[in-house]
T-cell receptor, first 113, second 112 residues
Framework: NAGVTQTPKFQVLKTGQSMTLQCAQD?????MSWYRQDPGMGLRLIHY???????DQGEVPNGYNVSRSTTEDFPLRLLSAAPSQTSVYFC????????????FGDGTRLSIL | KNEVEQSPQNLTAQEGEFITINCSYS?????LHWLQQHPGGGIVSLFM???GKKKHGRLIATINIQEKHSSLHITASHPRDSAVYIC??????????????FGKGTHLIIQP
């Protein structure tokens, strides 16, 4: 019973590099989302998806792309990493319509040099 | 901008004390979440509530919709309760799926 799985757990990038943060859930949840957590601030929504083929922007979407080709997977892409994207990233999933608790992954700690 | 305010930001207490963490929000919500984050760890959902009160073990969460306020209580606190406690709300936006808005968290330390 894996829940929400994020990979990698840690990553160091150089400015301008690209990478994809992976997120997978095995609970058949329709709703998946990506948040970033920065010191002194609450978690902020980057992008979200209400089902396969449907994505939308959250509060801080600039510099990030997402896609949702399957119910299980919701990868987050950094096309050209910037130091401002140094953060801890969390993926979450839930059955949104039924107002259920969110399930979070363990997070990815990303440093951009 | 709709906001979520938590207090206190930091709280240090002795083992056994009764702990209260507060959360206030600015407009109507459809649900409020209390989450727990241990150092270096992931985030765990403790409660989700839209009215009244919920209890799980030594944890109690209450919400007052009219006053736009929620509290998380810990009875007989223990050092293992040391964590960051986060309040998050889903705004009542007529069915919009635009995620949760989070408070900045309360950093709780329980000393033996």
């Amino acid at each position: 019973n894996a829940g929400v799985t994020q990979t990698p757990k840690f990553q160091v990038l150089k400015t301008g590099q690209s990478m994809t943060l992976q997120c997978a859930q095995d609970m058949n949840h329709e709703y998946m989302s990506w948040y970033r957590q920065d010191p002194g601030m609450g978690l902020r929504l980057i992008h979200y998806s209400v089902g396969a083929g449907i994505t939308d922007q959250g509060e801080v979407p600039n510099g990030y792309n997402v896609s949702r080709s399957t119910t299980e997977d919701f990868p987050l892409r950094l096309l050209s990493a910037a130091p401002s994207q140094t953060s801890v990233y969390f993926c979450a999933s839930t059955n949104w319509g039924s107002n259920q608790p969110q399930h979070f992954g363990d997070g990815t700690r990303l440093s951009i040099l | 901008k709709n906001e979520v305010e938590q207090s206190p930001q930091n709280l240090t207490a002795q083992e056994g004390e009764f702990i209260t963490i507060n959360c206030s929000y600015s407009v109507g919500i459809s649900a409020l979440h209390w989450l727990q984050q241990h150092p270096g760890g992931g985030i765990v959902s403790l409660f989700m509530l839209s009215s009244g009160k919920k209890k799980h073990g030594r944890l109690i969460a209450t919400i007052n919709i009219q006053e736009k306020h929620s509290s998380l209580h810990i009875t007989a606190s223990h050092p293992r309760d040391s964590a960051v406690y986060i309040c998050a709300v889903r705004w009542y936006s007529g069915g919009g799926a635009d995620g949760l808005t989070f408070g900045k968290g309360t950093h709780l330390i329980i000393q033996p």
